[in-house]
């Protein structure tokens, strides 16, 4: 059973941190507004999260280095957070990233998503930074809520980031986005999901269950 988690910053620091594209404006209303309740309603959205079938369907923004990895391939020791593979950017323009649009949605007032990955240094790197945001996309303005992550560590040490958005307005889309700060190093990312979680139960440690 999902439950909702918390983002890690206050609101006006994540609007001032995120990096954003500019065909989605993000709004003042970053927010995670979880009701009591019951079951998830929606089950998994994400696609190919765990980046075993490849790259689709995710999609490198402008300026972006993106690939997909499988254990061992670029050192004996180098493994994914699960299973075999894990995808890794870096990016040289605000904006850059990685994103994954499910389309066909009924998001009404109240709907609350939530999505959560795992993220890391590659190798033996350091200062890999940047923002995970869920979007709700369509409709008369879009809606974000992002964790903004640093000081991460490599190898075997991944590091959860998690956020939520709450619907003030109907949408069509869910958007997941990683946006990497431009210049950093490589952004190593696995086990990505995200689900509508309407109804469930707040978790206050942040993690996904």
């Not at 439950?3 to 065909?23: E, F, Q, S, Y």
């Not at 350091?126 to 903004?148: K, M, P």
Request: charged share 10%; with cysteine.
């Amino acid at each position: 059973m999902w439950r909702i988690w918390c983002t890690r910053l206050a609101v006006g620091a994540l609007i001032a941190a995120v990096t954003l594209p500019t065909a989605l404006a993000l709004t003042q209303s970053l927010r995670v507004a979880p009701a009591a309740g019951a079951q998830l309603t929606s089950g998994e959205l994400a696609q190919n999260g765990s980046f075993e079938a490849g790259a689709s369907p995710w999609q490198p923004g402008n300026n972006t280095g993106f690939g997909v990895y499988a254990n061992g391939q670029i050192s004996p020791s180098d493994a994914a957070y699960a299973g075999t593979h894990y995808a890794a950017m870096n990016t040289s323009s605000p904006g850059g990233g990685l994103y994954e649009d499910i389309g066909g949605l009924s998001i009404a007032p109240g709907d609350t998503f939530c999505g959560s990955a795992q993220v890391r240094d590659q190798l033996q790197e350091t200062g890999a930074q940047g923002s995970f945001v869920v979007w709700l996309v369509g409709g008369s303005s879009n809606e974000a809520g992002a964790d903004v992550f640093s000081n991460l560590g490599n190898g075997p040490n991944w590091t959860a980031v998690s956020s939520c958005v709450t619907a003030t307005r109907p949408h069509s889309q869910v958007r997941i986005q990683f946006y990497p700060t431009p210049g950093t190093p490589t952004l190593d990312v696995d086990a990505v999901e995200t689900a509508n979680v309407s109804g469930s139960a707040p978790n206050p440690n942040c993690t996904p269950n």
